[in-house]
């Protein structure tokens, strides 16, 4: 009876760490939308008239998922190990432990990956508003603005 209560109570371990971990990763915006209207001041001086000019600071060429799952395995093992500890007893114990952080760096590995396999190589313009505001537009193909550009944003897109 013992066994089945460790073995149960390993399980809802387990269970419940893939639970945070798939929460874990914040959502993705598909390309060419702005990248997170949460992290940018939401309020601005309020002159419309400069709200949609400003200039270039940074192009940048961003590679997606590209994750090798290492932070995966690592979770994964530790939790795979703990839970494998908690099952059996001496050498039998030894054993579960090992498998346990064996699969568990395979499945933290995948679940990582999986949730990473979306993400796209993109380009992100970033531009410091005339209103001091900054937002970044992204693009799947080479944009035609460079760094020090003066721009006009309408909607999502950019015009020089």
């Known amino acids: 009876m013992k066994i089945h209560s460790r073995l149960l109570s390993s399980v809802a371990a387990v269970s419940a760490t893939l639970a945070l971990v798939a929460c874990a990763v914040p959502g993705q915006q598909p390309v060419g939308s702005t990248y997170?209207?949460?992290?940018?001041?939401?309020t601005y001086p309020s002159n419309p008239a400069y709200a949609n000019y400003g200039?270039?600071?940074?192009?940048?060429?961003?590679?997606?998922?590209?994750?090798?799952?290492?932070?995966?395995?690592?979770?994964?093992?530790?939790?795979?190990?703990l839970a494998g500890s908690q099952v059996g007893g001496g050498s039998g114990r030894t054993a579960a432990t090992v498998a346990g952080v064996i699969g568990g760096a395979l499945i933290g590995r995948a679940l990582e990956q999986n949730m990473n396999r979306n993400q796209v190589d993109h380009y992100r313009v970033t531009v410091q508003f005339d209103n001091g505001s900054v937002r970044s537009f992204d693009y799947a193909q080479p944009p035609n603005v460079q760094i020090g550009d003066r721009v006009r944003a309408d909607g999502d897109q950019l015009y020089r």
Do not use: C, K, L
């Open 55 to 81: 200039r270039v600071s940074n192009v940048e060429y961003v590679r997606g998922g590209q994750s090798q799952g290492v932070a995966g395995a690592v979770v994964g093992g530790a939790v795979g190990g």
């Open 36 to 42: 997170p209207a949460g992290s940018y001041p939401t």
